[in-house]
């Protein structure tokens, strides 16, 4: 930033904040401090490029420069700031609030606690680098905080508002600004509340009951897949779906193919790990009886099978590109009719018959397995060994 513009802003955002508070109060400068539309426009007028992410330090910055001189007599205190500065927001509260009669301690759990969210509880990939608390001398505050995301330089901002705040962990903020980051983990999201109480109730558990049922979510050290690995109703839907001759049609039409039974199968259970909510996948042993294991647990892998398998999806996503997704959307609509299979006729599998089948059909299907590239090494004839006169 050059001095030339940063004492300028200095000069023309401290006018502007005043005017402010002469118009409209204190109230009204903090609502709009956490806007972040008006918040750029600050920045914007004040000198600014109007899509800088530098706009929050800059503003900041020149904000706190130059009102500190006057903060007692403005009523308005701005603490911390960018990097090194942000640590110094604790004793800056503590020493506004011996000013003002306000509760230092109060101020400071705030602080903390609005630092603490955006960058712990919101998984959004950005680490905050700078916060800023804006505090009235009547105990009204604001928050501006910036988290920078180390992978791609880009920059987030988070406002809050203390007339806004009804509940910290429940949709405390007046916006969160930056480039859409997907699905990510919001534990202050309204819908997050069953998280939050979970979260709770481990915290108050003897940790040795905790970790007790950690230890049954590990997946055991045995390779072989046994019946308590795995949820039999699910499992009888997608063998229901690959071989009950009515279903088995239905089901293939839905992918417009005409698919022989072991591969929907697979592609039943592939469909599930695509498109399946998190909560269908507690037994992640029953995915294996898609392509089986190299191991052969619970059965050699279907070599034609897998092939047929990946030849269908990637024929579905090559036509989703060229004639749109009707095609693609058949391993979604695949999905659901498994489910509705499960839900409707609760067919449960029989777990050891199954595993006989697989074996029984398994040479046809071209099964593999480590177990057998060993009996071919073993079975190898090795080379004669020539001897001296030999050579």
């Known amino acids: 930033m050059p001095s030339w513009l940063s004492d300028r802003m200095v000069r023309l955002g401290s006018a502007i904040v005043e005017a402010i508070l002469l118009h409209y109060g204190h109230s009204e400068l903090l609502s709009r401090l956490a806007d972040p539309f008006w918040f750029q426009a600050l920045g914007s007028v004040m000198g600014m490029d109007w899509h800088s992410s530098g706009i929050t330090t800059s503003v900041m910055g020149a904000l706190k420069r130059g009102l500190s001189s006057k903060s007692d007599e403005l009523g308005l205190y701005i603490c911390g700031g960018r990097g090194r500065h942000s640590r110094n927001t604790p004793g800056e509260l503590r020493a506004v609030a011996e000013r003002t009669s306000l509760d230092g ?124 690995d795995v949820d039999l109703k699910r499992l009888g839907s997608v063998l229901a779906l690959a071989y009950e001759r009515d279903l088995r049609d239905f089901a293939s039409l839905l992918l417009v193919e ?63 590109r060229v004639d749109g997704r009707e095609k693609l959307d058949g391993f979604r609509r695949l999905e659901r009719f498994a489910r509705q299979i499960e839900n409707s006729f609760e067919p449960r599998a029989d777990f050891d018959a199954t595993i006989a089948h697989e074996f029984k059909i398994s040479r046809g299907l071209g099964g593999r397995s480590v177990i057998d590239d060993m009996k071919k090494r073993r079975r190898r004839p090795r080379s004669p060994q020539l001897s001296l006169f030999d050579r």
Do not use: C
């Open 105 to 228: 301690d109060e101020l400071v759990r705030t602080s903390r606690l609005t630092a603490r969210i955006d960058n712990n509880a919101i998984a959004d990939g950005f680490q905050i680098y700078l916060h800023t608390v804006v505090l009235s001398a009547r105990g009204e505050w604001a928050v501006i905080q910036q988290g920078m995301n180390q992978q791609t330089a880009m920059a987030r901002r988070y406002h809050w508002h203390s007339a806004s705040v009804r509940d910290f962990v429940s949709e405390p903020h007046t916006a969160i600004v930056g480039d859409h980051q997907g699905t990510i983990i919001n534990l202050v999201d309204s819908d997050a509340k069953e998280a939050r109480d979970a979260m709770l109730h481990l915290s108050r558990e003897n940790p040795d009951n905790t970790l007790a049922e950690v230890r049954k979510l590990v997946v055991p050290r045995r390779h072989e897949v046994r019946a308590q």
């Open 258 to 320: 005409n698919l022989g039974p072991r591969t929907l199968q697979s592609l039943a259970l592939i469909a599930e790990v695509v498109h399946g909510a998190p909560t269908r996948f507690s037994d992640p042993a029953r995915f294996s009886f898609s392509l089986g294991g190299k191991d052969r647990h619970p059965f050699p892998v279907p070599i034609k099978t897998y092939d047929e398998s990946i030849s269908v999806l990637r024929t579905s996503l090559d036509a989703a």
